[in-house]
């Protein structure tokens, strides 16, 4: 595994075949992290299938949790596209008015639903 930190931003990378997993550790919004994302990289992260997952908290350091892209639109991922793959924590995603979803890796990444408003580090993808 590569493991790149570069203090001065707080991220790490995580190449993949034709994707690379962004670590930044930067409190921000899901819509702030989003845009973030979008302007210095591609989007957040879309976890599409097990691998990608795998490398995703392969990434992460345990017991975090942090946005990725998925948010409630028919839970779709922030580039539009659509989500089959699954990685819920039971009992999620709950009926709230909580749209947007962070990875919580104090239960290996799975998925929870959150309020957008709330502030975690997140995980971007850069794309090749």
Same mark, same amino acid.
């Given at each position: 595994m590569l493991w790149y930190l570069c203090p001065a931003? %707080? *991220?790490g990378l995580f190449p993949g075949p034709n @994707? +690379?997993?962004v670590l930044n550790n930067n409190?921000? +919004?899901? +819509?702030?992290?989003q845009?973030? *994302?979008?302007? %210095? %990289? +591609?989007?957040l992260a879309s976890v599409r299938n097990k691998a990608e997952?795998?490398?995703v908290k392969e990434? @992460?350091?345990?017991?975090?949790d942090l946005w990725i892209g998925l948010f409630r639109d028919s839970w779709k991922w922030s580039d539009g596209s659509n989500s089959s793959f699954r990685y819920w924590l039971p009992g999620e995603p709950?009926?709230?008015?909580?749209? *947007?979803?962070?990875?919580n890796f104090n239960n290996s990444g799975k998925w929870e639903n959150w309020n957008c408003d709330l502030k975690r580090?997140?995980? *971007?993808?850069?794309?090749?």
């Amino acid at each position: 595994m590569l493991w790149y930190l570069c203090p001065a931003l %707080h *991220c790490g990378l995580f190449p993949g075949p034709n @994707v +690379t997993f962004v670590l930044n550790n930067n409190l921000m +919004t899901w +819509t702030q992290a989003q845009s973030y *994302c979008r302007e %210095h %990289h +591609t989007d957040l992260a879309s976890v599409r299938n097990k691998a990608e997952n795998k490398k995703v908290k392969e990434l @992460v350091p345990s017991g975090r949790d942090l946005w990725i892209g998925l948010f409630r639109d028919s839970w779709k991922w922030s580039d539009g596209s659509n989500s089959s793959f699954r990685y819920w924590l039971p009992g999620e995603p709950t009926v709230k008015n909580e749209p *947007c979803v962070a990875a919580n890796f104090n239960n290996s990444g799975k998925w929870e639903n959150w309020n957008c408003d709330l502030k975690r580090a997140f995980i *971007c993808q850069r794309e090749w």
